[in-house]
């Protein structure tokens, strides 16, 4: 009797002596992080050289009005002041049709063949509104800006020069440092006299050209 209460009475002295150390031992065991594994993407962003000339070529079409609409093409030449504000010089030509009038009259003419060209030069200023990023399959970046231009200048058609204001948009993409392409939308407003009353005439021009910096 007197053995089994003395096995008994060690084993709890054994109990209360490893007790303590079994919390430390749990504490000691290293927690698992779970770590996600993130894949990165390599991505190509091209910026504007650090040449501040830009000299480009366009086509599209341009509405002149009440003489149809036909193929324009031409050049413009940019200065870029700072990164949002440019100057642009640009000339453009294109020639234009019949007028309803004269299609309807059969034989009337207002104007001559030769009169029926129309170039047009002008200097314009314009504000690069959101500089920003295109990304292409999601893995190219490209630098992009929209921008709003204004100016003025001047267009010989029907024998005659006319002050021409001009104003309008577009959106630029470098496709390299040294290489962009864009698109424009202008109005080419100026007062046209062929009938004895003067009339302000709206032609609207839209194009797409590419352009390099040096």
């Given at each position: ?33 779970v ?19 830009e ?28 990164e ?35 170039e047009?030069y ?46 309008g ?29 003067s ?16």
């Amino acid at each position: 009797m007197e053995s089994r209460i003395c096995r008994i009475f060690l084993r709890t002295l054994c109990w209360l002596a490893i007790t303590p150390f079994v919390p430390v031992l749990a504490a000691d065991q290293p927690e698992q992080v779970v770590r996600p594994e993130i894949e990165r993407r390599d991505i190509s962003e091209d910026d504007i050289d650090t040449e501040d000339f830009e000299i480009g070529a366009f086509y599209g079409l341009m509405n002149v009005e009440d003489f149809g609409t036909n193929a324009v093409y031409g050049a413009r030449l940019t200065y870029h002041v700072t990164e949002y504000l440019f100057a642009e010089g640009t000339y453009g030509r294109t020639d234009t049709s019949e007028t309803s009038f004269e299609r309807l009259s059969g034989s009337a003419q207002i104007l001559e063949d030769d009169d029926r060209k129309l170039e047009y030069y002008n200097v314009s200023f314009g504000f690069n509104l959101f500089p920003g990023e295109s990304f292409v399959a999601g893995r190219w970046a490209f630098t992009s800006d929209f921008f709003v231009v204004a100016g003025v200048g001047s267009t010989n058609f029907a024998g005659e020069d006319k002050f021409t204001w001009n104003f309008g948009f577009g959106y630029k993409v470098l496709a390299t440092d040294w290489l962009a392409f864009r698109v424009d939308a202008r109005n080419h407003v100026f007062d046209l006299n062929l009938l004895g009353e003067s009339q302000t005439n709206n032609n609207l021009e839209f194009t797409t050209g590419m352009s390099i910096f040096f």
